[in-house]
């Protein structure tokens, strides 16, 4: 079994919501089909888009986001990855907490409802990660309990830093960490392009800097400031999943444990390494050996598959071919932590497909 916690879903229903903030997919004039949110334009795109556009062969844009509106897409590319599950989330460009809270709060309701009304066509295969607007944090959790509660999230998808000049340790955010503890449901922790705030300068990282580096720093500041600003003392419970690999937090674990004892101010009551059961890792790092040294570092118990699937960067082959495990951890990173991190029922999760043979 196959159970894939990072998986983006780009559905028609939230799309074009804001005259200015979109978010939009827009045919370009060279044929490709780009994002937008205000003035910033996404110039990253998977290989095969790219490709097929070099090649003249490029979707047109009805086409575009009718194929990422219908599940059997979905469901054909997890038979073919061998998934049998997949927990769906918002594209972090589109998490919009540096908008004006009236529009953030109704957006991350419509994501919401689409991505339930999605995931109902097999339910035993897809399900998703709530949206909620960290920005409003009151309305966050309001609507964080509603998705859970109503319509069946499996936890909260959140960015890595900068929820509208907030952040993981602010107190305002408590009201949302202590309703994450009381549905006892973990969130998934996804990094978004900074640039897309920047106004008027939003499209100066012209190599996509906030992204490719960017979304790990991001995502390392909030383990750094769950831990430092004494979130997890506050909540011992809360479970924090943070994809690409963790971020930059494996390979500069030692750093971080050692400069912790070092600072002035700091609020975490124990040790760094005393937190590590809150957080979980994926294995969404392309090269072998980094995987490898990765579970080493942390340890089967607390790591999960992620691949972010359609994403532009995704890794297109499983992450965990080719390493050097009992099968025990193997199962345990392959599903039996989701399974108990999402309190899922293995016994209810669908089967995948096999292809058919040609005749």
Known sequence: ???????????????????????????????????????????????????????GKGLRLEEYMAKWADPKVRLAGMDAAGQ??????????CY????????????????????????????????FWAHAPLNAPEAAAIELRRACTELGAKGLSAGGANFGGLEFDSPELDVVWKTL?????????????????????????RYET?????????????????????????FPDLKVYITH??????????RLAQTNKNLDVVHNKRPVLDYMKNFYFDVELHELPMRQALIEVIGADQMVYGSNFGGSDAVRHDLTHGLKLSDADLQKI??????????????????????????
């Open 334 to 359: 392959r599903w039996q932590n989701a399974c108990k991190l999402l309190h899922l029922d293995p016994a209810k999760i669908g089967q995948v497909t096999p292809a058919k043979e040609a005749v």
């Open 96 to 127: 919009m907490y540096w908008t004006e809270a009236e529009y953030a709060v109704p957006y991350a309701r419509t994501v919401n409802d689409t991505f339930a009304e999605y995931c109902s066509a097999a339910p035993d295969r897809l399900m």
């Open 1 to 55: 079994m196959l159970i894939d916690l990072h998986a983006h879903a780009p559905l028609p229903g939230y799309y074009n919501q804001h005259p200015h903030w979109g978010p939009f997919f827009e045919q370009c004039d060279d044929g490709d089909i780009r994002l937008r949110v205000g003035k910033w334009q996404l110039t990253l795109g998977s290989p095969e888009r790219k490709a097929a556009v070099r090649a």
């Open 181 to 205: 503890c009381d549905l006892d449901l973990p969130m998934f922790i996804h990094g978004y392009n900074q640039s897309v705030t920047w106004g008027d300068r939003a499209n100066e990282d």
């Open 245 to 254: 690999g963790g971020g930059y937090v494996p390979y500069q674990l030692g």
């Open 84 to 93: 049998n599950l997949q927990v769906v989330s918002v594209p972090s460009h």
């Open 210 to 234: 906030t992204a490719i580096v960017g979304m790990q720093y991001d995502e390392t500041r909030c383990f750094w400031n769950l831990i430092c600003g004494g979130v997890l003392d506050r």
